[in-house]
T-cell receptor, first 115, second 112 residues
Framework: AAGVIQSPRHLIKEKRETATLKCYPI?????VYWYQQGPGQDPQFLIS???????DKGSIPDRFSAQQFSDYHSELNMSSLELGDSALYFC??????????????FGAGSRLTVL | KQEVTQIPAALSVPEGENLVLNCSFT??????LQWFRQDPGKGLTSLLL?????REQTSGRLNASLDKSSGRSTLYIAASQPGDSATYLC???????????FGGGTRVLVKP
């Protein structure tokens, strides 16, 4: 069965650079979530999209932005990178979240290292 | 603000023993509760989801219970195996489609 695909799996950037992470949800899933997991920490919610519209926002820095495209894939753009942005970034998708199914399937994550 | 706590933070057991992992949450107005497994540096694998109207869910050697009124869920893993070694996280959304709040996880080591 198709899963949530994230790319790239690993990314190394310098401080103040920009990074873009991509997420391809499970086909027919209508909601995409982004999470950030720092070393030794639990995942923290960043932002979510339902049917290509932002549906919820968590602790996402102003330097970050995200969008969901017409094909339902999503991109997380991070600018002016800081050392503290080094983390594992997860994308998750779900189907019919507004009707309550809300079973999130997570991707394998993208590991960002900022030097 | 919802807070989710998992105790213990780490657990080491010999192979064959049953595992009991605890999860507590401060706001009982949850829609469901989900248990995940995470291997080091890897993604999150959903193990079980319990709807707020349910008391428990079972899948193979895994059984999860939910007591909304007391704000607790317990994950039982029977006859543990070395392959069960991982970090187990519980997470709750406040409503359908809402963001998940995760517990800090319990790091499990099953020794052969």
């Amino acid at each position: 069965a198709a899963g949530v695909i994230q790319s790239p799996r690993h990314l190394i950037k310098e401080k103040r650079e920009t990074a873009t992470l991509k997420c391809y949800p499970i086909p027919r899933h209508d909601t995409v979530y982004w999470y950030q997991q720092g070393p030794g920490q639990d995942p923290q919610f960043l932002i979510s999209f339902y049917e290509k519209m932002q549906s919820d926002k968590g602790s996402i820095p102003d330097r970050f932005s995200a969008q969901q495209f017409s094909d339902y894939h999503s991109e997380l753009n991070m600018s002016s990178l800081e050392l503290g942005d080094s983390a594992l970034y997860f994308c998750a998708s779900s189907l019919d979240s507004l009707s309550g199914a809300n079973v999130l399937t997570f991707g394998a994550g993208s590991r960002l290292t900022v030097l | 603000k919802q807070e989710v706590t998992q105790i213990p933070a780490a657990l080491s057991v010999p192979e064959g023993e049953n595992l009991v992992l605890n999860c507590s949450f401060t706001d009982s107005a949850i829609y469901n509760l989900q248990w995940f497994r995470q291997d080091p540096g890897k993604g999150l694998t959903s193990l079980l989801l319990i709807q707020s109207s349910q008391r428990e869910q079972t899948s193979g050697r895994l059984n999860a219970s939910l007591d909304k009124s007391s704000g607790r869920s317990t994950l039982y893993i029977a006859a543990s195996q070395p392959g069960d070694s991982a970090t187990y996280l519980c997470a709750v959304p406040k409503a359908a489609g809402n963001k998940l709040t995760f517990g800090g996880g319990t790091r499990v080591l099953v020794k052969p």
